[in-house]
Antibody
Framework: EVQLLESGGGLVQPGGSLRLSCAAS????????MTWVRQAPGKGLEWVSSISGRDTTTVYADSVKGRFIISRDNSKNTLYLQMNSLRADDTAVYYC???????????????WGQGTMVTVSS | DIQMTQSPSSLSASVGDRVTITCRAS??????LDWFQQKPGKAPQRLVYAASSLQSGVPSRFSGSGSGTEFTLTISSLQPEDFATYYC?????????FGPGTTVDI
C-alpha cells in the first residue's frame, strides 16, 4: 500500500525558511515522480512543484520559483521541499503526492499524504 | 497557463439526486484531467483519472466524461458521504492547474 507521511510544518516568521519532508513507503520510490500541492486556509488547491524519479528534473509554479527547492533522497525514500524567503501568502497545508504511472504529466496524482500545516506570521 | 473553470461553484442536493459538475479548460488538454473529492480537514482523494477512468475502490455511482476542453463528473445517486468539495485538475501542461472547486451540500 502506497503511504506518504509529511512532516516539518510549523510557525515561521516572514522571510524565514522551513524544510518539509515526505516519507514514502509501499512502492519503488526512485521510479516515480513526486509532487507538492498546497491549500491556503479556506481556499482551493494549488500545484507547487514536481520532481522526476531518477534524473530529478524539477518544475515549479511561478509563485514559488526562486524561493522553493524540491529534492529527493531515493536512498531514504524521502521527498523534500526547502522553502526560503517565506511570505504570509505561503501559509497553507502542504501535501505531497505520488504521480501515477511514474510521471506526473501523463498520470496525474493518485495518492496524497495527510498534509502538514505551514504558518508564516510574525 | 491553462485556466480551469468549474460550474456550479456550489450546489444543494438531496440524497438520491443525480449531480453533474462541469470543468472547462482554456485550451485543449486531451484527456489529461482528474477529479478529486475533498472533505473538511482531509486530503483530496482521486475519484477519476484520464477524464473517464474510475479510480480503484471508488463507487460506481461516480463517472467522468469529456475530452479536449469540456469535462463532467456525474454522481448518479448522491449518498450522504458524498457531501464534499470536488476539484478538477489538468496535468497536461505545466503549470498544472486545479479548478476552483464545487461544494456539494444539503
Amino acid at each position: 500500500e502506497v503511504q506518504l507521511l509529511e512532516s516539518g510544518g510549523g510557525l515561521v516568521q516572514p522571510g524565514g525558511s522551513l524544510r518539509l519532508s515526505c516519507a514514502a513507503s509501499g512502492f519503488t520510490f526512485s521510479t516515480y515522480s513526486m509532487t507538492w500541492v498546497r491549500q491556503a486556509p479556506g481556499k482551493g488547491l494549488e500545484w507547487v512543484s514536481s520532481i522526476s524519479g531518477r534524473d530529478t528534473t524539477t518544475v515549479y509554479a511561478d509563485s514559488v520559483k526562486g524561493r522553493f527547492i524540491i529534492s529527493r533522497d531515493n536512498s531514504k525514500n524521502t521527498l523534500y521541499l526547502q522553502m526560503n524567503s517565506l511570505r504570509a501568502d505561503d501559509t497553507a497545508v502542504y501535501y505531497c503526492g505520488h504521480c501515477s504511472g511514474g510521471a506526473c504529466q501523463s498520470g496525474g496524482f493518485d495518492i496524497w499524504g495527510q498534509g502538514t500545516m505551514v504558518t508564516v506570521s510574525s | 497557463d491553462i485556466q480551469m473553470t468549474q460550474s456550479p461553484s456550489s450546489l444543494s442536493a438531496s440524497v438520491g439526486d443525480r449531480v453533474t459538475i462541469t470543468c472547462r479548460a482554456s485550451q485543449g488538454i486531451r484527456n489529461d484531467l482528474d477529479w478529486f473529492q475533498q472533505k473538511p480537514g482531509k486530503a483530496p482523494q482521486r475519484l477519476v483519472y484520464a477524464a473517464s477512468s474510475l479510480q480503484s475502490g471508488v463507487p460506481s455511482r461516480f463517472s467522468g466524461s469529456g475530452s479536449g476542453t469540456e469535462f463532467t463528473l456525474t454522481i448518479s445517486s448522491l449518498q450522504p458521504e458524498d457531501f464534499a468539495t470536488y476539484y478538477c485538475l489538468q496535468h497536461n501542461t505545466y503549470p498544472f492547474t486545479f479548478g476552483p472547486g464545487t461544494t456539494v451540500d444539503i
